[in-house]
């Protein structure tokens, strides 16, 4: 089933801002600003979609991060600002910084 245009674009922006792939350092991070910004049934259909695409080690590092931000893990200010400058450094406009 094709993804909705919003997410397509997420996934390209995850992609233009990690064109490397995503580091296990940055899971917990990009899943709280993702959430910050979408739905938790978009978050798990972005996380489905990284799923398919790396080897089992990460996909399993990819539902610990959602698993630790749904419970009771928060990323630093620091990784936050980290992840928001890398996603925002692809084009993605939900990773302006953020003022209170």
């Given amino acids: 089933m094709a993804l909705p245009p919003v997410l397509s674009s997420v996934i390209a922006w995850l992609r233009a801002g990690y064109p490397e792939g995503v580091p296990d350092v940055d899971y917990v991070p990009l899943f709280a600003l993702l959430g910050s910004q979408l ?3 978009d978050v798990n259909v972005i996380a489905a979609e990284l799923e398919n695409e790396v080897n089992p080690q990460t996909a399993e590092a990819i539902r610990n991060a959602i698993k630790a931000v749904t419970t009771s893990q928060h990323p630093s ?3 936050i600002a980290r992840v928001r400058a890398r996603l ?5 406009p939900l990773a302006k910084p953020h003022h209170v």
Avoid: C, L, M, P
Wanted: aromatic letters at 10%; glycine letters at 28%.
């Fill in 88 to 92: 925002a450094g692809g084009g993605w």
């Fill in 77 to 79: 200010d620091a990784d």
């Fill in 39 to 41: 739905s938790n049934d």
